[in-house]
Structures are given as C-alpha cells and as structure tokens.
C-alpha cells in the first residue's frame, strides 16, 4: 500500500510541476518528467525512449522529443549539448555546468561558483539574459589513464 501512496504524490507532485510551469498536463509529460526525475544522469532522446519502453510506458520517438523539447522551454529540464546533432536531456534543478569528454562522450556536472571564472553576474550583461551554459569540453580522467605514457 505504500508503493500505491508514494505512487501517487511523485504523480501529483510531477503534475503540479507541469501546471506550475504553464504546461498542459499529458500522458507523455508526465512519463518523461517521471523518468528524468527518478532516472539521475544525462539522457538522449533515444536513451528515454528505450527506458520508458522497458517500464512497459513506450512513446513514439518524435513525442520523446517534443515533450523533452517543451520541458527545456518551461525550464524543468536543462539540455546538453554535446556535440553536433547531440543533446542529452535532465531535470533541471539545481543549475550546474557540465564537463563533456571529447573521446569518450561521458558528461560530467560542474558546479557554478558565482565569482569564479568562466561564470558571470548577468547584471553585467547589457540585454536580458534567457540563458546562460558553459559546457568544458577536454578528455577525461578515465580516458587520460587509458593514454600510452
């Protein structure tokens, strides 16, 4: 009986999240934010698809899109460039950079430190900041270790 309870508030607590946002509350909305907020990590839309169809709540791959789409415009989720023609999608809070490998494509977080370089006060920007991302690109620890010295 719990499982049904805890069930039920992350549905509702995920439905008050779509309406605060300005969103229609849909079917797929709800499966995809539900994934991205129980499922930590960086995840193509492709990634989405196949864990939603192997909790037995499969979407076509172009409504993958259009809702992860819609989330990133409302805010409740960041996406991450990765690459040319790639993006990898996760709930957006708290706000963070990310570090992505050049050679074996792993994201990882970078924690903003207002203050500290490259971040900035956007009240020292002329103009109205919509959004702001830094993405360091470079190779990973894993990937240095793998290096021939």
Not at 60 to 74: E, I, K, Q, T, W
Not at 79 to 92: D, I, L, Q, T
Not at 117 to 127: F, H, N, S, T, V
Request: net charge negative; aromatic share 4%.
């Amino acid at each position: 009986m719990v499982g049904i309870q805890e069930s039920t508030t992350i549905e509702q607590d995920n439905t008050d999240l779509l309406r605060e946002a300005g969103l229609r509350v849909t079917r797929p909305r709800l499966l995809v934010l539900d994934l991205l907020r129980s499922t930590p990590g960086h995840h193509s839309a492709d990634d989405i698809g196949t864990l939603l169809a192997e909790k037995s709540t499969p979407l076509p791959r172009a409504s993958v899109y259009n809702v992860a789409s819609a989330l990133v415009d409302c805010g409740l989720v960041t996406m991450v460039s990765v690459g040319p023609g790639s993006a990898r999608y996760e709930y957006g809070a708290p706000w963070h950079h990310h570090f992505v490998c050049k050679i074996c494509g792993a994201i990882q977080d970078v924690h903003c430190v207002l203050g500290k370089k490259p971040c900035l006060d956007p009240d020292d920007i002329e103009g109205d900041v919509e959004e702001a991302q830094v993405t360091f690109r470079g190779t990973c620890a894993s990937c240095l270790r793998a290096i021939p010295a």
